[in-house]
């Protein structure tokens, strides 16, 4: 049996030591690399941060009280569990998750890789469930100069808009007053259960009808779901005037949307350029869109969507503009790596090399 020399356990040594060294070096070679579209990113997620300054600076104001158990990060953005127009159950992991201003660098990215461009036009669904994530789409919708045509289900899940004097209709009314963005809401409904505030007492239906009131927007109030969805797309098409709609932006889980709530969770969150429509029992308006072939982006199970793209998950605090894989990676120096690995491959055939010559002399040895 042949035994390694004293040569040869230097030389792996050796080998060992060269190859820390050239791991430590590729290692050294990182860089952060920016991503595609950094700039409109970086500007999504700062005007996201300065609306939800401006939001949190109208609620001191108020004199609202922020409870800081479900609102550590004091956003004000954060409603009460249960309130008269609270519709439905509702995540606060999911709220405080979509508090992150860099969702708008989310939304961006996906509204490029759709190759939506200025002046294009995109029919977008909210409730009050999620008013983060809508100044998200919004400030994406801002940055890249879409035209927006919005309509709002006003209900909102719980720890959402739920205070009946500060509706997400109230949070965009202010938010355009402020100058922050020049959308509004072209129509808006009551949501909840059949998108007519079924599951609400009568003074929390008389609330949202006074909200919808006070910020001026037309009422869609049919006599069903159905017919709250067909009145919906009617509203939009009249709001097209003509320009094709280049995408449908479904945020949260309003009915007259999903025309199911369990037509949202089979659903994957994010962009679909094209919707398996078969089997739907109702179809909401984003698949009526998504029959007369408009991609669809859908924005809904949020932990799923945070950890796609590597979003912390109720980050306290929370993340600064800028932050996060969106907007940079790590990138080694490829040139550095291949001169390595070249370095490598060279010593070990050396080592090879020595090794058989090292072999040959012995066994000519032995045969002596």
Known sequence: MFIPSSKSKLSLIILALV????FVWVENSRIIAQKHYFEPKLKAAELMQQAEDVIRSYQDERGFYIDTENDPNE??????KETLITTDRGSLRSK????????AAIIVQYFKDAGLKKGDKIAVSVTGSMPALNIAVLSAAKVLDLEVEMIT????SMFGATDPEFTWLDMETLLREEGIFQYKSIAASMGGGRDLG???NRTGRELILQAIKRNKVPLVQENSLEANINKK???WQQAAAGKPYKMYINVGGGLSSLGNSINGRLLQPGYHKYLNIKNIPLKGTMFLFAEKGVPVLHLLDITKL???HNLPLAPVPLPQPGQGEVFA???YNVNIAIIALAIMVILIIIIIVFDKKQLKFKEDELAL
């Open 153 to 156: 289900s006003v209900g909102a």
């Open 96 to 103: 405080l998750t979509t508090l992150n201003p860099n969702f």
């Open 306 to 308: 945070a950890q796609k």
């Open 198 to 200: 079924r599951g609400l």
């Open 75 to 80: 956003t004000a953005l954060i409603g009460e």
């Open 19 to 22: 190859a820390i060294g050239l």
């Open 329 to 331: 990676s790590p990138k």
């Open 233 to 235: 797309m009617q509203i």
